[in-house]
C-alpha cells in the first residue's frame, strides 16, 4: 500500500494472493487488524538547513522525492519502518551477536554442506526490562540463494513453493524466527569463497543489521 499524492490521502493497495481470496468470498472475511508504515522513499541526508528561503524550505527535497509503487514482495519494500517509542527514548533498538562474516563449507569429498552456521542475534535498547530478542522474531533474507539457503525455527519462507536446498537459481530467500542456520550449497572449485549477504531484520523495531556468507569449497570431506 502506498500514497499516491503527498497532498491527499488518496491510496494505492496491492492485494496479495490470500487477500484477494478473501475479498473475492464477499462474506466480509477481509478484515485489516494490523497495518506498518514505513519511509523506505526517504533519504534524510537531503534536509537542508542552508536553504536561503527559510525553515519552511529545509525538507522541500525530501517532500518531492518519488513514492516508490506498492509491492508485496516484502524484499523489497517496508524495509524500513516506523515504530511506536515511550517518550523520553534517546536509542533506538539495533542488532547485536551477529559477527561480520560467516564461513560455511561445501564438503566435496562427500557431497555435504556441514553443520553449517547458526545467527543467533540479539537485541539492545528495547522498551520492555530484561528484554534481549525482539518479541516477534527476525525476518532473515540472503540476497543470493544458488550457493547458500537458511533453515530457521519456523517453516515460513518466501516464496514458498520453491525448494531453497536444491534451486541453483539466484534468488533471495526470507525466512523468520528468533534464529536461523545458513548451509552451504553444492559449488565448484572454482567457486571456492563466494560471497553473498544476510540481512537481519527485527520485525517488532525494525532494526536491520546485515553479515557476509562465504561459502568454502573443500576437496575432502571433513
Given at each position: 500500500?502506498?500514497?499516491?499524492?503527498?497532498?491527499?490521502t488518496?491510496?494505492?493497495?496491492?492485494?496479495?494472493?490470500?487477500?484477494?481470496?478473501?475479498?473475492?468470498?464477499?462474506?466480509n472475511?477481509?478484515?485489516?487488524?494490523?497495518?506498518?508504515?514505513?519511509?523506505?522513499?526517504?533519504?534524510?541526508?537531503?534536509?537542508?538547513?542552508?536553504?536561503?528561503?527559510?525553515?519552511?524550505?529545509?525538507?522541500?527535497?525530501?517532500?518531492?522525492?518519488?513514492?516508490?509503487e506498492?509491492?508485496?514482495?516484502?524484499?523489497t519494500?517496508?524495509?524500513y519502518k516506523?515504530?511506536?517509542?515511550?517518550t523520553?527514548?534517546?536509542?533506538?533498538?539495533?542488532?547485536?551477536?551477529?559477527?561480520?562474516?560467516?564461513?560455511?563449507?561445501?564438503n566435496?569429498?562427500?557431497?555435504?554442506?556441514g553443520?553449517?552456521?547458526?545467527?543467533?542475534?540479539?537485541?539492545?535498547?528495547?522498551?520492555?526490562?530484561?528484554q534481549?530478542?525482539?518479541?516477534?522474531?527476525?525476518?532473515?533474507t540472503i540476497?543470493?540463494?544458488?550457493?547458500?539457503?537458511l533453515e530457521?525455527?519456523?517453516?515460513?519462507?518466501?516464496?514458498?513453493?520453491?525448494?531453497?536446498?536444491?534451486?541453483a537459481?539466484?534468488m533471495?530467500?526470507?525466512?523468520?524466527?528468533?534464529?536461523?542456520?545458513v548451509?552451504?550449497?553444492?559449488?565448484?572449485?572454482?567457486?571456492?569463497?563466494?560471497?553473498t549477504?544476510?540481512?537481519?531484520t527485527?520485525?517488532?523495531?525494525?532494526?536491520?543489521?546485515a553479515?557476509?556468507?562465504?561459502?568454502?569449497?573443500?576437496?575432502?570431506?571433513g
Open positions: 500500500m502506498g500514497y499516491l499524492n503527498n497532498a491527499t488518496v491510496l494505492d493497495a496491492v492485494l496479495t494472493k490470500k487477500g484477494r481470496e478473501l475479498l473475492a468470498r464477499g462474506q472475511e477481509f478484515k485489516i487488524t494490523k497495518f506498518a508504515l514505513a519511509d523506505d522513499e526517504v533519504d534524510y541526508s537531503l534536509w537542508d538547513e542552508t536553504n536561503p528561503l527559510g525553515t519552511d524550505y529545509y525538507g522541500k527535497v525530501i517532500e518531492s522525492l518519488p513514492l516508490l506498492p509491492t508485496a514482495n516484502a524484499n519494500t517496508m524495509r516506523l515504530v511506536t517509542r515511550e523520553g527514548t534517546n536509542k533506538m533498538t539495533s542488532i547485536t551477536n551477529v559477527q561480520p562474516s560467516y564461513d560455511v563449507n561445501w566435496a569429498g562427500d557431497s555435504t554442506a553443520s553449517g552456521q547458526l545467527i543467533q542475534p540479539n537485541s539492545i535498547n528495547l522498551p520492555g526490562e530484561n534481549q530478542t525482539d518479541s516477534d522474531g527476525y525476518s532473515f540476497l543470493n540463494s544458488s550457493i547458500a539457503y530457521t525455527d519456523m517453516s515460513t519462507t518466501s516464496p514458498s513453493n520453491i525448494d531453497y536446498t536444491t534451486s537459481q539466484n533471495s530467500q526470507t525466512v523468520y524466527g528468533q534464529q536461523c542456520t548451509f552451504a550449497k553444492p559449488i565448484l572449485e572454482s567457486q571456492h569463497g563466494a560471497a549477504t544476510i540481512i537481519i527485527g520485525l517488532s523495531y525494525g532494526a536491520t543489521r553479515c557476509t556468507v562465504v561459502v568454502q569449497y573443500l576437496a575432502t570431506g
